[in-house]
């Protein structure tokens, strides 16, 4: 069985930095997408950022130019470095995993349990 367990999230004060991590567990042979989604209080939750295998990103207008996704493939673990945040990137913070491929099953899509950012006033 894959887990996606996610750290990193906290308390920040308005233009501060905080940086995520995500780490998949289990014996995993591939993973094509990982990434980032968020869900903020009484909305929908939304695409923050991916990283696919080969390093292709794709964003969120909300977010580019002062977040950024890398990943660690050997590690199965995925980073978001967040920068310059505001008090609307308040939300929790998802990870996710696409068509993850493991010695005895294939995932389409898994996602962790969640870490909150939110900011002190």
């Known amino acids: 069985q894959v887990q996606l367990v996610e750290s990193g999230g906290g308390l920040v004060q308005a233009g501060g930095s905080l940086r995520l991590s995500c780490a998949a567990s289990g014996t995993i042979f591939s993973i094509n997408a990982m990434g980032w989604y968020r869900q903020a209080p009484g909305k929908q939750r939304e695409l923050v950022a991916t990283i696919t295998s080969g390093g292709l990103t794709n964003y969120a207008d909300s977010v580019k130019g002062r977040f950024t996704i890398s990943r660690h493939n050997v590690k199965n673990t995925v980073y978001l470095q967040m920068n310059s945040l505001k008090p609307k990137d308040t939300a929790v913070y998802y990870c996710?995993?696409?068509?993850?491929?493991?010695?005895?099953?294939?995932?389409?899509?898994?996602w962790g349990q969640g870490t909150l950012v939110t900011f002190s006033s």
């Open positions: 996710y995993a696409n068509d993850v491929l493991t010695v005895v099953s294939r995932y389409l899509e898994i």
